[in-house]
């Protein structure tokens, strides 16, 4: 492998003539700059990163730690922050925390232990010594779709309230009135916020939200299955599971049909964290959509802000909900617009999927076995 010795050898200059030319600085003549990167591409000369970190202070490099890489939406994030940072010049290591708070700071302990410029990190938790300390002495740092409140860091995420109240507008039209949530954990954000929000919009609708009707789980699909399955062991099971990211939906999936019974003819499906493979299920499930390509870029933007400088500032992008067959709706369903933007629920052609026997039970699929089933309030 050729050294910058070589290539000033070649191109018949000083090594500190190379390095200008390589740093781009001004002070060289065009002659010499010509004849330096003929040599440094005839020999194929690659600089040397490290060597270069230590004399810029500076590796080029982002870390980013996401809570669980299984979860198609941490995969996607992953994917748009690479993407957005290989734009801007820099590379992304990865670090999976697997919803672990000891791995998430293994992560964080390496990633600052290799120099990384700044970090991105979707906490597994309400926050840990370690990163606590890095984001008090002063390391770039963005918190992405997560956060840690009281701590100042800006944070890139959508908001799902309006979603979350236009999915529980729309399974009450449908005539649904026994409604829980398979919630994340509690010690994160998204976690609480979404229970938060699911028991205002009931609110707004006159429907409690019964303590046996909110599920624990962990934002995995092995949770969603056994949340679920104690909603079916209830005396009056709920019409709705509404859950809390994508791989518990998943999870409730598989509960309801290893009971032998029927989405949404039995029971009913949402789920927040809409992911490509929720259209090719049975049926096609409804679901919040987070803008999650928008938040990886958005949060590489601010991060690289913070580290050149400038005055990164916090990103809130809106979530809408996406209607599809899992709730009753008839017809074969349609995106909507972010929520708000269509009227009072932000739904697209709501008249169109319900109007054919669609309020009388769910989307007119076994209408005598939903009447019976269905309190009304």
């Known amino acids: 492998m050729a050294s910058i010795k070589d290539v000033a050898a070649e191109a018949g200059v000083s090594v500190a003539t190379v390095s200008r030319v390589l740093n781009d600085h001004p002070s060289v ?45 941490f995969t996607e994030l992953a994917r748009s922050v690479e993407e ?21 700071d293994h992560h964080v302990r390496t990633l600052l232990d290799r120099r990384i410029d700044g970090l991105l990190v979707s906490p597994t938790d309400g926050g840990s010594p370690l990163m606590l ?28 309230r309006a979603a979350v109240r236009d999915l529980v507008a729309h399974l009450h039209r449908l005539g649904h009135r026994r409604l829980a949530i398979i919630a994340g954990p509690a010690a994160t954000t998204t976690g609480s916020e979404r229970v ?84 090719h299920t049975d049926p096609p499930i409804t679901a919040i959509a987070q803008p999650t390509g928008e938040l990886g870029h958005a949060a590489v933007r601010a991060l690289v802000d913070r580290i050149e400088g400038r005055a990164p500032r916090s990103v809130t992008l809106p979530a ?3 209607v599809r067959r899992s709730c009753g709706e008839s017809g074969a369903g349609s995106e909507s617009s972010p929520a708000g933007e269509s009227g009072e629920s932000g739904l697209a052609g709501e008249g169109d999927r319900t109007g054919a026997g669609g309020a009388s039970g769910p989307g007119g699929h076994n209408g005598e076995n939903s009447a019976r089933n269905r309190s009304q309030s």
């Not at 019974?261 to 029971?267: E, N, Q």
């Open 29 to 73: 003549s065009a002659d010499a700059r010509t004849r330096v990167l003929a040599a440094v591409e005839a020999l194929g000369y690659r600089p040397n990163a490290v060597a270069r970190s230590l004399r810029t202070d500076q590796t080029r490099t982002l870390g980013l730690v996401i809570s669980d890489v299984m979860n198609p939406y």
């Open 84 to 104: 957005e940072a290989r734009a801007l010049g820099y590379s992304v290591i990865i670090g999976n925390a697997d919803e672990r708070p000891d791995l998430q």
């Open 133 to 160: 300390d890095a984001a008090r002495a002063g390391t770039p740092m963005v918190f992405v779709d997560r956060w840690i409140p009281g701590v100042d860091v800006p944070v890139v995420r959508a908001d799902g």
């Open 196 to 279: 938060e929000a699911f028991r205002e919009a009931l609110g707004a609708c006159g429907i409690d939200l019964p303590d046996v009707y909110i599920g624990q789980g962990d934002f995995k699909a092995e949770s969603g299955r056994r949340v679920t399955e104690g909603f079916l062991d209830l005396p009056e099971p709920p019409e709705v599971v509404f859950a809390a990211d994508n791989l518990m939906a998943l999870g409730a999936l598989d509960a309801v049909r290893a009971r032998g019974l029927r989405v949404p003819d039995d029971i009913a499906l949402a789920a927040f964290d809409d992911i490509p493979w929720f259209v």
């Open 320 to 322: 809408r909900l996406v």
